[in-house]
């Protein structure tokens, strides 16, 4: 049996209101969106236009090539190649719906004209200590995914029969890379059921994952052997293992949005590993991927030392240096977790 929705009626009441009749609607997300980020606001933009409103997904920035299947996603808006159309529907919309993230800050391009707009500002999200930054904030950090919770909280609107082949596609696709392949303690026999019901309504599980994991081009997959073959590096004392990219490294693979996305994984799945990481170079700054196995949380130290956050056992961060003082800090940090690493 489904547990409890998540969205209590009384909660989503104000909601179901203010959707009563045709809105003009962003759905926006966080900076670089992953499968979580595109599935959840596709699936929401699916659902919206299904219900008669004028919805338009507006992205921060780019987002990877293996996500350009999701329906729906030719009529995406990024908002650093079209800005002046993005600025008008955002002073024109109603209400703006902001999915998988916490602080307005994490859609950096975006976050002036989301906190500064008049609209009803509508927050879903899975991580913990969302700000006060929308009219209604739906933040369940237990979830596996915004996925999860955008299909959630159509089933609370009453509208689970509007949940087409589409929709189900979407939300099967963030739930399945926020979880890694359903593989994370997140995801949870309820999710299971959820994703069964979503092959129900003609989710392509399938394809979904070739689409996601088998699209990869031929120089990310030699990047990838480059990664571990030539930049691995194990710490075995404190069971971490990191690899790094550079500029060049990067330049030399012609590496574009999204190939760098899993490869933090390669130095997770060493035997006896707890703490993985990976580091490459942007134009801005240096971004910094941390994964654990187990009880060990990362996110205090992305938090502490990376300018970042996110869940347990995936989080991420930048730092404002070269890629070797980012290296350093990690390395020279290590001791401070000792116990909770070697237990
Ligand atoms: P990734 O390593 O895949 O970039 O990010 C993993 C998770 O860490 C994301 O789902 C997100 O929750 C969090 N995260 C990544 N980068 C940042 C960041 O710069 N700031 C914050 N607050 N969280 C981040
Ligand atoms: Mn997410």
């Known amino acids: 049996m489904i547990q409890k929705n998540r969205f209590e009626y009384e909660e989503i009441l104000p909601v179901i209101r203010l959707f009563e009749y045709p809105k003009k609607i962003i759905i926006t997300t966080h900076f670089k969106p992953d499968g979580d980020a595109m599935g959840s606001s596709l699936a929401m933009y ?14 921060p920035s780019d987002y990877p090539e293996f ?11 990024e908002y650093p190649k079209n800005k002046e159309l993005a600025a008008k529907l ?7 719906i902001c999915l998988d993230f916490n602080q307005p800050n994490r ?10 707009s008049k609209a009803k500002k509508i927050l879903i999200d899975h991580h913990l200590h969302p700000a006060s930054f929308c009219d209604y904030t739906f933040s369940y950090p237990l979830s ?6 955008v299909y959630q909280f159509i089933v609370a609107m009453d509208d689970s029969n509007i949940i087409n082949k589409d929709i189900a596609n979407c939300i099967y696709c963030g739930i399945m890379t926020d979880t890694n392949s359903f593989r994370f303690e997140t995801m949870t026999a309820d999710t299971h059921r959820i994703i069964a019901d979503l092959m129900d309504k003609g989710a392509e599980n399938y394809k979904i994952h070739e689409n996601v994991f088998d699209n990869f081009s031929f120089d990310r997959m030699k990047m990838v052997g480059f990664c571990m073959y030539n930049k691995l590096q194990m710490i075995p004392q ?33 035997k006896d590993v707890k703490l993985a990481a990976f580091f490459y170079e942007t134009p801005k700054c240096i971004k910094i991927s941390l994964r654990s196995k187990g009880s060990f949380s990362v996110k205090e130290m992305a938090q502490k030392y990376f300018e970042g956050g996110g869940h347990r056992n995936a989080s991420g961060g930048k730092a404002f240096t070269s890629i070797e003082e980012a290296i350093n800090l990690f390395v020279s940090i290590l001791p401070e977790y000792r116990d909770e690493l070697l237990k």
């Open 46 to 59: 699916n659902y919206l236009i299904a219900k008669g409103h004028d919805a338009t997904v507006i992205t």
């Open 67 to 77: 996500l350009f299947w999701l329906p729906g996603n030719d009529k995406v808006i």
């Open 90 to 96: 955002f002073s024109e919309a109603d209400i703006i």
């Open 107 to 116: 859609t950096e391009t975006l976050e002036e004209v989301i906190t500064t």
């Open 144 to 149: 596996c995914a915004t996925c999860e919770l």
């Open 238 to 270: 404190f069971k971490t293992a990191f690899i790094s990219l550079s500029k060049e490294d990067l330049e030399e693979f012609e590496s574009t949005t999204g190939d760098t996305e899993g490869i933090v994984n390669i130095a997770l799945a060493i």
